[in-house]
DNA sequence: CTGAAAGCGCTAACAC
DNA sequence: GTGTTAGCGCTTTCAG
């Protein structure tokens, strides 16, 4: 199939490139009966207007960058499915980059996303990559962290605070006398468990006591399963928390080997929600974080921000909820 | 930052924008003092070349789209790592597609897709699509499947035999004298289900019998495990093959409150690898299926497809390797 | 209400 | 080697 243009609508049509450009962009200034004729150009030539070159002319591509860390879907999956919903609704397209744990990489990227002109960049991380943020601000677009609490002139965030979530759980443990509290690293979630470790502290710090219960995966442990099957071995807690499911899975399936006994000798929580949470046996309780809300929430100030609609709010707290489940009492 | 344009740096570098062009289109028919020269000023500019104009200018984007079905991340993570891998390396963007449950949406999308004048597009779904494939079909680019076996002029696939690797897993059930073996339904993976069917189809015909334990979730309940929880008060199969990770779980944790012991009374064998797979108890075996390289090849066949490189084979056959875990005998 | 023309930023002949 | 110029397909004043 030929290129058709919106030139050879024009001719079809019999008006000028300038009267099928507005009806396209649904301009009302086109008389009833040419916008017809129009139209029936349009269809008859399969005429799509090329976003490339309304890309071009317009300064704006209607499309954002999404940057996430690589392989984290599963727990990413839904965030992406939030932000697409309602990318979908106001039509911006998506492009996806991913950021593997070579930092070398991550300029190429920013680069990258800066030549493709996108519209804005909303980026999920771990790390909050002060550096490259500060690269990426200088480019004009606006910018939308999610999972980080942070914000300035164009930069917005939506995030669920773990930190209060992490002080309220382990308070509440350490009130029933329960201080042997423990929290297993996620090396893929390195700001996430910091601010874990944070919540835990200020609980303990309330009561007069220190935290120090950080479970560290040496480096040479291949996974987190076959430390934690040594560890338990030789140590034993009241409550383990960990950040995402299979780091807890890790934990109850390394326990069990032991013949510690979830929840009566060892309660676990995993942070993180996902549906596997509730497959394995025992349950895992877990807070359930709103994950598709916050790509949904992500994308829809980001749409504000560039549609220069005053944005509230430029740090948007979600709310979380703790699910008891079988792995705690 | 004001926009800083091949003008600019020409400007700047007391060049034509043709010599700037060629500089940063790496052209060798530039003399070595005066692309130092350029390069300076692009560095003292910060100018980044605007890919949205050389889209235009060179039609083509290079940035290929990716459909997928909405929330299937879990499963789909490692394909989509392995696409953006090799997407990097040869500096193809990629745009995100999902498409939902409603069929309505399709054809918004692909217009979309087709507007964004992406060099190619690359389908990772259950069902065929043949229609949809057909308006895509219009659109010059290649098209690369991942999952379905089909090609035309520019349609390739990359896939992995699932009907192959059904049949030789029931035949050897068959062999033993096991006959009573059942398929749950995935309704997310029509398509893969059916292939699963008429493997296992094949093996029990080539026995002289006739399979049709086809375990179909009503559509009233939520979740399989729901109905499965009913379903094997009253059932118990020698072995039970599901296609998705959570599906075997739902299965084994249904048999485990019906004290069916697994997987002495009854096997368990998923078909789709993931990790969650050797991380519930007991560990269910499954197909190792490479969803990196599914994804990782898909992306090199675009590209070849793209170079106008020969394609040698428009259909990839990967291979798939059983791996017997604790759901199995 | 419609058309003419300039311009968005870059590439690619074609001259010099 | 380097500059000139004509597009790539579309939007948007500005006239009419």
């Given at each position: 199939?030929?290129?058709?243009?919106?030139?050879?609508?024009?001719?079809?049509?019999?008006?000028?490139?300038?009267?099928?450009?507005r009806?396209?962009?649904?301009?009302?200034?086109v008389?009833?009966?040419?916008?017809?004729?129009?139209?029936?150009?349009?269809?008859?030539?399969?005429?799509?207007?090329?976003?490339?070159?309304?890309?071009?002319?317009?300064?704006k591509?209607?499309?954002?960058?999404?940057?996430?860390?690589?392989?984290?879907?599963?727990?990413?999956?839904?965030?992406?499915?939030?932000l697409l919903?309602?990318?979908?609704?106001?039509?911006?397209?998506?492009?996806?980059?991913?950021?593997?744990?070579?930092?070398?990489?991550?300029?190429?990227?920013?680069?990258?996303?800066?030549?493709?002109?996108?519209?804005?960049?909303?980026?999920y991380?771990?790390?909050?990559?002060?550096?490259?943020?500060?690269?990426?601000?200088?480019?004009?677009?606006?910018?939308?962290?999610?999972?980080?609490?942070?914000?300035?002139?164009?930069?917005?965030?939506?995030?669920?605070n773990?930190?209060?979530?992490?002080?309220?759980?382990?308070?509440?443990?350490?009130?029933?006398?329960?201080?042997?509290?423990?929290?297993?690293?996620?090396?893929?979630?390195?700001?996430?468990?910091?601010?874990?470790?944070?919540?835990?502290?200020?609980?303990?710090?309330?009561?007069?006591?220190?935290?120090?219960n950080?479970?560290?995966?040496?480096?040479?442990?291949?996974?987190?399963?076959?430390?934690?099957?040594?560890?338990f071995?030789t140590?034993?807690?009241?409550?383990?928390?960990?950040?995402?499911?299979?780091?807890?899975?890790?934990?109850?399936?390394?326990?069990a080997?032991?013949?510690?006994?979830i929840?009566?000798?060892?309660?676990?929580?995993?942070?993180?929600?996902?549906?596997?949470?509730?497959?394995?046996?025992?349950?895992?309780?877990?807070?359930?974080?709103?994950?598709?809300?916050?790509?949904?929430?992500?994308m829809?100030?980001?749409?504000?921000?560039?549609?220069?609609?005053?944005?509230?709010?430029?740090?948007?707290?979600?709310?979380?909820?703790f699910?008891?489940?079988?792995?705690?009492k």
């Amino acid at each position: 199939m030929k290129r058709v243009t919106i030139y050879d609508v024009a001719n079809e049509a019999n008006v000028s490139l300038a009267t099928v450009s507005r009806v396209i962009n649904g301009l009302e200034i086109v008389r009833e009966d040419t916008r017809i004729r129009v139209n029936q150009a349009i269809e008859k030539l399969g005429y799509k207007p090329n976003a490339i070159a309304q890309g071009l002319a317009l300064q704006k591509t209607t499309s954002i960058a999404l940057l996430i860390p690589e392989a984290s879907f599963s727990y990413t999956g839904q965030i992406i499915n939030g932000l697409l919903d309602v990318a979908k609704i106001y039509k911006y397209n998506i492009t996806l980059h991913t950021t593997s744990e070579a930092i070398m990489q991550i300029g190429d990227i920013i680069e990258n996303i800066i030549k493709s002109r996108v519209d804005g960049v909303i980026i999920y991380n771990d790390k909050l990559m002060v550096d490259e943020l500060t690269a990426l601000t200088k480019y004009q677009f606006p910018i939308v962290l999610v999972g980080n609490q942070m914000s300035s002139a164009n930069i917005a965030s939506v995030y669920v605070n773990l930190q209060k979530a992490m002080y309220e759980l382990v308070s509440s443990y350490l009130e029933q006398g329960k201080t042997d509290i423990a929290i297993v690293q996620d090396r893929k979630n390195k700001y996430m468990v910091e601010q874990l470790i944070l919540g835990a502290s200020q609980a303990f710090e309330k009561k007069g006591l220190v935290f120090k219960n950080f479970i560290e995966i040496p480096r040479e442990y291949r996974s987190s399963y076959t430390y934690l099957k040594e560890y338990f071995k030789t140590h034993k807690h009241e409550l383990v928390i960990a950040h995402r499911d299979s780091q807890a899975m890790a934990v109850i399936n390394a326990a069990a080997e032991n013949d510690i006994k979830i929840p009566n000798e060892m309660e676990v929580v995993c942070v993180m929600d996902t549906k596997y949470n509730s497959m394995i046996r025992p349950q895992i309780s877990s807070f359930a974080i709103p994950s598709y809300d916050l790509g949904a929430v992500a994308m829809r100030v980001m749409t504000k921000m560039l549609n220069q609609n005053p944005v509230e709010e430029r740090e948007i707290e979600l709310s979380y909820l703790f699910t008891p489940r079988q792995s705690t009492k």
